[in-house]
């Protein structure tokens, strides 16, 4: 497969953005933060101010910020955050059990989607969704998962993400201040052939034109086993606990971190 993608890569498409989408670094923080509270305060006042630093997850390892930024002025224009499922579970599943089709699954969570108002705020999206994408196909995922609150679950809607229980169901949300979500998700191999055969928009963004101005070459490589932690089993609630998960920081020198794949991570790390 993946010599497949470098044999038709000189084939694409070029293109050129006016902002660049990259890995954040941990300075970019803080004007993400800003971003995220103006962002989520419109709409969920305690959640904006509670948004006003940046957060444990920003640091972890097994999660990524990515950011856009402007490249007439380095303003921040979009971010968001994904968080994987190799050391400990999705925020998601916090609040909802999944269903077994996703058990022992390499899972992406994307969060804290936000956009900038302007007049590129739509490109700035398709643009973090396509590093979502080429982030998750490097990371050999299974699936791209998401929780959306009206009316943002409409965006994943039109990406044709699919509800993962009930159809158009909501859920209270316990990273995202207790409000309802549609928690959705889409394969990246079914993503490229749904798209191509209904002849989606982002079909040609994403997959045939090369954005050299989407950079993810400083992301952290998770290419190793992933120990899929499963949330508590033992209660009758459909609704997941928190983590006891003690984070590993992704700043630094990955090489000094001691991981022995010999045991199972859950074990080495309380998750």
Same mark, same amino acid.
């Given at each position: 497969?993946?010599?497949?993608?470098?044999?038709?890569?000189?084939?694409?498409?070029?293109?050129? *953005?006016?902002?660049?989408?990259?890995?954040?670094?941990?300075?970019?923080?803080?004007?993400?933060?800003?971003?995220?509270?103006?962002?989520?305060?419109?709409?969920?006042?305690?959640?904006?101010?509670?948004?006003?630093?940046?957060?444990?997850?920003?640091?972890?390892?097994?999660?990524?910020?990515?950011? #856009?930024?402007?490249?007439?002025?380095?303003? =921040?224009?979009?971010? =968001?955050?994904?968080?994987?499922?190799?050391?400990?579970?999705?925020?998601?599943?916090?609040?909802?059990?999944?269903?077994?089709?996703? #058990?022992? #699954?390499?899972?992406?969570?994307?969060?804290?989607?936000?956009?900038?108002?302007?007049?590129?705020?739509?490109?700035?999206?398709?643009? *973090?969704?396509?590093?979502?994408?080429?982030?998750?196909?490097?990371?050999?995922?299974?699936?791209?998962?998401?929780?959306?609150?009206?009316?943002?679950?409409?965006?994943?809607?039109?990406? =044709?993400?699919?509800?993962?229980?009930?159809?158009?169901?909501?859920?209270?949300?316990?990273?995202?201040?207790?409000?309802?979500?549609?928690?959705?998700?889409?394969?990246?191999?079914?993503?490229?052939?749904?798209?191509?055969?209904?002849?989606?928009? =982002?079909?040609?963004?994403?997959?045939?034109? %090369?954005?050299?101005?989407?950079? *993810?070459?400083?992301?952290?490589?998770?290419?190793?086993?992933?120990?899929?932690?499963?949330?508590?089993?033992?209660?009758?609630?459909?609704?997941?606990?928190?983590?006891?998960?003690?984070?590993?920081? %992704?700043?630094?020198?990955?090489?000094?971190?001691?991981?022995?794949?010999?045991?199972?991570?859950?074990?080495?790390?309380?998750?």
């Amino acid at each position: 497969m993946e010599t497949s993608r470098q044999s038709s890569a000189a084939s694409l498409y070029r293109e050129g *953005l006016p902002f660049v989408v990259e890995m954040a670094r941990q300075a970019d923080l803080v004007d993400v933060a800003k971003l995220r509270s103006a962002s989520y305060g419109k709409h969920i006042p305690s959640l904006g101010s509670a948004l006003q630093k940046p957060e444990d997850c920003d640091y972890e390892l097994g999660c990524e910020v990515i950011v #856009a930024r402007s490249k007439f002025d380095g303003t =921040l224009l979009g971010t =968001l955050r994904t968080h994987t499922n190799a050391f400990k579970p999705l925020p998601l599943q916090m609040s909802l059990r999944l269903p077994e089709r996703f #058990a022992n #699954a390499r899972m992406v969570e994307a969060t804290r989607l936000c956009v900038k108002g302007s007049p590129n705020a739509s490109l700035v999206r398709s643009a *973090l969704f396509k590093a979502l994408f080429q982030y998750c196909e490097a990371q050999n995922v299974d699936w791209m998962m998401a929780a959306g609150r009206r009316p943002v679950d409409r965006i994943y809607d039109a990406l =044709l993400f699919s509800d993962v229980v009930e159809s158009g169901k909501f859920y209270p949300m316990a990273h995202a201040g207790g409000v309802l979500h549609r928690v959705m998700s889409l394969a990246p191999s079914e993503a490229r052939v749904t798209w191509k055969a209904s002849e989606h928009p =982002l079909y040609r963004f994403v997959i045939e034109t %090369r954005h050299d101005d989407v950079d *993810l070459s400083a992301m952290t490589s998770l290419h190793f086993p992933w120990t899929y932690p499963k949330v508590d089993t033992e209660s009758d609630s459909s609704l997941a606990p928190l983590s006891d998960f003690t984070p590993i920081s %992704r700043f630094g020198d990955l090489t000094t971190v001691d991981i022995d794949l010999s045991t199972p991570l859950h074990h080495r790390f309380n998750a």
